[in-house]
């Protein structure tokens, strides 16, 4: 039986946890940092084909996770903290010889660990290079992960694509720029990261809820011509953007010819229910095949009932591809369909 350090976003690891606890029979969880980061193990299934499944149809609230090889006990001793980390970076031997490795290190609020993320990796980095290993901080071969909570150590070795992210903890971060107009447009740039979906692959898109217009300036910088409906005023940035449309209506108020769009985007406050039938009254106004991607705000209390919901409703028109709580998201998750 294998454990794993599970991350969800801050306040939705119960919903994580409830989810490993529906898919993997037997399986034991436990909390670690209270709302975000817990252990589960492989139960009764096979670890590799744990992984296998995980990665085929990921859980929509577990963002990140890696495998416990090592734990200790958490030490605010430098000296020993440190010897704890190299002897567990010398047990990788041969794995390590010509491959590219990042570090992650993390640690629980309150733990005595005495170093920074950026200091546990120094100190692990020689062994690495030791090792015949290239320490990297993206495009990895393999990542050694280390967590450490208020009482343990937990250190594991895996593959990039076995953790879900190859972020620490699955924590997307993105440069910032001068030029975005809010901070919605990162949940547009991860979803297309997360979702492997290019967004200059489209050329018309609609952006329903558009206002101030974070999300129509990233869709304006891949290159597409953007229909963008809402009441308010877009920034005044976008305002003379040749391929911009702004129609200063309510989204449900709205209609087009059918096929116009080979993308629909909606970042709506609403009530999901009341944004799945807007949604789903403009299906027509998609091509065969075109994506959506939409945010779904968690509004209710049981939100896994809800989101189960919401993809039924949504299925009557669309394929519904995936469903992802993104870093970026808060009180909500992130949905990929495309048109049937």
Not at 280 to 289: F, P, R, V
Request: proline share 5%.
């Amino acid at each position: 039986m294998k454990t794993y350090v599970g991350t969800a976003n801050p306040g939705f690891s119960p919903y994580a946890m409830d989810e490993l606890r529906r898919r993997i029979q037997g399986t034991k969880l436990s909390g670690l940092a209270p709302g975000e980061t817990f252990s589960f193990t492989s139960g009764d299934v096979d670890a590799d084909q744990l992984i296998t499944d995980l990665r085929r149809k990921e859980p929509i609230f577990l963002r990140h996770f890696f495998p416990i090889d090592a734990e200790v006990d958490v030490s605010g001793n430098i000296e020993d903290t440190a010897e704890a980390l190299k002897a567990y970076a010398r047990t990788l031997g041969e794995r390590v010889k010509g491959k590219k490795v990042a570090i992650q290190v993390r640690k629980e609020q309150n733990s005595p660990f005495p170093y920074s993320s950026a200091e546990g990796r120094d100190i692990i980095v020689p062994d690495i290079l030791e090792l015949g290993g290239e320490a990297v901080a993206r495009e990895a071969d393999w990542i050694l992960s280390v967590y450490a909570t208020k009482k343990k150590l937990y250190m594991g070795f895996s593959l990039p694509r076995d953790n879900l992210s190859d972020w620490p903890g699955g924590a997307v971060r993105f440069r910032k720029d001068e030029s975005l107009i809010s901070r919605a447009a990162f949940k547009l740039l991860e979803a297309e990261r997360e979702f492997d979906l290019p967004l200059n692959r489209f050329s018309n898109a609609l952006d329903l809820g558009a206002a101030p217009g974070g999300w129509t300036s990233v869709l304006l910088d891949r290159g597409l011509r953007v229909t963008a409906v809402d009441p308010a005023e877009m920034d005044p940035s976008l305002e003379l953007h040749p391929n911009l449309r702004h129609i200063r209506r309510n989204a449900a108020d709205v209609s087009f010819a059918p096929g116009s769009f080979d993308l629909l985007v909606c970042d709506m406050s609403w009530d999901p229910y009341h944004t799945c039938r807007i949604v789903s009254e403009l299906a027509q106004t998609m091509s065969a095949g075109a994506s959506g991607i939409i945010t779904l705000k968690l509004m209710y209390r049981k939100p896994l009932q809800s989101i189960q919901e919401l993809m039924e409703d949504y299925s009557h028109e669309f394929d519904i591809r995936k469903v992802k709580q993104l870093f970026h998201n808060r009180e909500e998750v992130t949905m990929w369909v495309k048109r049937k």
